[in-house]
């Protein structure tokens, strides 16, 4: 018997409504500050060195912003359909396989392409992008799927 480790139905809905406003608040996280005193495993300060397992005040927008967006593209991506079947499971596994080729490809680019600071921007952007790719070619391959009519079989 194969597990299940998807989301029900009514988290992709979810997933949708909350990724809207954390998007905006990664897009403007500069122009809002939260500044709270939070436990670090490490962390280092501008030309003072690295640190560890201490208490500091920071910004915790780009945290919030992050988490949610990273929350939201999983509950999105990994919430069961309403006809699930196992040919919707293959198309899942082969839209999986493929963001993972085609994100890490695009991640050696980068590294052969951008330098210094952009790099780590770029980076930031590839925290998502296999969710959200992974998102983009499965609704692909589940709409051409459905048009087909193969499903009515």
């Not at 988290?11 to 122009?31: D, E, H, M, S």
């Not at 670090?40 to 208490?55: M, Q, R, Y």
């Not at 293959?90 to 695009?106: H, M």
Request: avoid cysteine; charge should be neutral.
């Amino acid at each position: 018997m194969m597990k299940n480790y998807l989301f029900p139905v009514n988290f992709k809905k979810a997933g949708r409504i909350l990724f809207i406003p954390f998007l905006v608040l990664a897009v403007f996280q500069n122009k809002i500050t939260l500044e709270i005193p939070v436990f670090a495993l490490l962390s280092d300060k501008l030309f003072g060195g690295a640190e560890s397992l201490n208490v500091l005040r920071n910004n915790i927008i780009d945290e919030i912003a992050y988490i949610g967006l990273i929350v939201s593209l999983i509950f999105i991506a990994f919430s069961k359909e309403k006809d699930e079947d196992e040919y919707i499971n293959q198309i899942r596994a082969n839209s999986l396989v493929w963001a993972l080729l085609v994100n890490y490809t695009i991640l050696i680019l980068e590294i052969i392409f951008i330098y210094g600071i952009p790099f780590l921007y770029v980076l930031n952007i590839n925290l998502f992008s296999i969710l959200i790719l992974y998102i983009i070619k499965f609704n692909i391959a589940l709409y051409s799927f459905r048009k087909s009519g193969a499903h009515e079989e």
